[in-house]
């Protein structure tokens, strides 16, 4: 095993299972590697909001002069993306360096694809000489690989019902599953308007620093600025976060109290914070690229998210038709995303996607299908993401819309073909984001 795709083909191998949750294993491999980190570390859980938190407190971070480390998942398209340092993606030889000293420390012990390759990505980020850490959980809290590393500050971002059949079928059960991620007597920082009952009762349990918005910590803004407010220190005149999207402010106002909660260990100063939120970006998330029709792409893939992307979308003004390809993972609860985006969506470009998991195209029309009040909707199937886009872009019109959402996959099978532009005044660039 040679090169970077090599491992991560004998990672698949390995395992019987997909997703098997539990720390026993993973935890095992980690003390032989002596894995640790001696600099602060952020851990990030929820079901929507995780990757713009953990882009918000990298750019911060980095504006504020920190060396910084990064770990997010999955990846859109390709994998050292899961791993950034000061702000660049991990070299792929790096990652085979420490593929190979996770092979050699795990023995007997099977991993599942994702501890065998959070391990790697932790053990490059552990010898890359850093001043600040950010993990974000790849699903629940409690029993993900990520939480063999104690945290110095736990955030919790929006909470909804999402991989019931491994964390539960209520917000309750599923908060509880990511309230794991909390640790005594340091700072968690919730930045869900309306929590769980479970996350605050275990952070009273174990006597962590709860930071809860609207209480510990608040915003406000009009429609040029807003302002924040926490423990002792406030900005005003702030502007928007460059991520768009109506929820951006909250996550931005979790990542400004955990930043204030660490503030004696990463001191940011408010320029700092302005630069940070200004130069931020995040492919994928309700970004809009430059261009003629209209074009977005959003990896909204629960009902959750696909609320918050109607919302975005209706914030953007009147566009005579609104065309979407879409495809999502079968396990998901499809049918509220469908009926939420439903009114919107003027053609469906229904696709295909390159894993097992995934539900067909036909399988997704015929879902719509069912549900639809609409009688002047059309919709159509296609083999791949990219020939979906290729065909709604033969449609649309230069004033139309195109919206490519659900699972990373579809965002992603996208964005790795560098976004063609039919309709724009020049050529896309090579890739977006």
């Keep these: 095993m040679k090169t970077?795709?090599?491992?991560?083909?004998?990672?698949?191998?390995?395992?019987?299972?997909?997703?098997?949750?539990?720390?026993?294993?993973?935890?095992?491999?980690?003390?032989?590697?002596?894995?640790?980190?001696?600099?602060?570390?952020?851990?990030?859980?929820?079901?929507?909001?995780?990757?713009?938190?953990?882009?918000?407190?990298?750019?911060?971070?980095?504006?504020?002069?920190?060396?910084?480390?990064?770990?997010?998942?999955?990846?859109?398209?390709?994998?050292?993306?899961?791993?950034?340092?000061?702000?660049?993606?991990?070299d792929a030889s790096e990652l085979v360096a420490s593929f190979a000293v996770v092979e050699s420390a795990r023995g007997d012990i099977s991993l599942t694809?994702?501890?065998?390759?959070?391990?790697?990505?932790?053990?490059?980020?552990?010898?890359?000489?850093?001043?600040?850490?950010?993990?974000?959980?790849?699903?629940?809290?409690?029993?993900?690989?990520?939480?063999?590393?104690?945290?110095?500050?736990?955030?919790?971002?929006?909470?909804?019902?999402d991989h019931t059949e491994l964390l539960g079928h209520t917000r309750e059960q599923i908060g509880l599953e990511k309230a794991g991620i909390l640790r005594t007597g340091r700072p968690a920082i919730v930045s869900d308007p309306v929590p769980p009952q479970s996350v605050l009762d275990r952070a009273r349990e174990i006597d962590a620093d709860l930071w809860l918005l609207g209480r510990d910590y608040n915003y406000s803004g009009d429609q040029q600025q807003w302002a924040w407010a926490g423990r002792g220190r406030r900005y005003a005149g702030l502007a928007y976060p460059a991520l768009r999207g109506a929820n951006q402010l909250i996550n931005a106002s979790g990542v400004l109290a955990a930043l204030e909660a660490m503030r004696p260990r990463l001191p940011v100063t408010a320029q700092a914070v302005r630069n940070g939120?200004?130069?931020?970006?995040?492919?994928?998330?309700?970004?809009?690229?430059?261009?003629?029709?209209?074009?977005?792409?959003?990896?909204?893939?629960?009902?959750?998210s696909a609320a918050a992307l109607a919302l975005n979308l209706d914030a953007m003004g009147f566009y005579p038709t609104t065309h979407a390809v879409f495809g999502a993972m079968a396990d998901k609860?499809?049918?509220?995303?469908?009926?939420?985006?439903?009114?919107?969506?003027?053609?469906?470009?229904?696709?295909?996607?390159?894993t097992p998991r995934a539900a067909g195209a036909a399988a997704l029309q015929a879902d719509w299908q069912a549900l639809t009040q609409r009688k002047d909707a059309a919709s159509a199937v296609f083999g791949s993401p990219m020939e979906a886009l290729r065909a709604a872009e033969a449609q649309a019109q230069a004033t139309d819309r195109i919206v490519v959402f659900g699972s990373f996959y579809t965002v992603g099978g996208?964005?790795?073909?560098?976004?063609?532009?039919?309709?724009?005044?020049?050529?896309?660039?090579?890739?977006?984001?």
């Design 4 to 90: 970077l795709d090599d491992w991560l083909a004998h990672c698949e191998r390995l395992h019987p299972q997909t997703i098997e949750l539990g720390l026993e294993r993973v935890r095992t491999v980690a003390q032989r590697m002596r894995l640790g980190f001696d600099c602060p570390v952020f851990t990030v859980a929820g079901t929507n909001g995780k990757g713009s938190t953990c882009a918000m407190l990298e750019a911060i971070l980095l504006e504020a002069g920190f060396r910084t480390g990064v770990y997010t998942s999955p990846h859109l398209v390709r994998f050292e993306e899961r791993c950034r340092i000061r702000g660049e993606s991990a």
């Design 113 to 161: 694809y994702f501890e065998f390759t959070t391990l790697a990505i932790l053990h490059v980020l552990a010898r890359a000489g850093l001043d600040v850490v950010v993990l974000e959980v790849g699903l629940g809290g409690r029993l993900d690989a990520v939480n063999i590393i104690d945290t110095d500050c736990a955030i919790i971002t929006s909470i909804d019902v």
């Design 277 to 304: 939120l200004a130069l931020v970006e995040l492919p994928g998330r309700f970004q809009v690229v430059p261009g003629q029709p209209a074009l977005v792409l959003d990896v909204a893939h629960n009902p959750h």
């Design 333 to 354: 609860d499809l049918a509220p995303m469908l009926a939420r985006m439903d009114p919107l969506i003027d053609r469906w470009y229904f696709t295909d996607l390159p």
């Design 414 to 433: 996208v964005l790795e073909h560098g976004v063609p532009r039919l309709h724009a005044g020049q050529p896309g660039p090579d890739a977006v984001g």
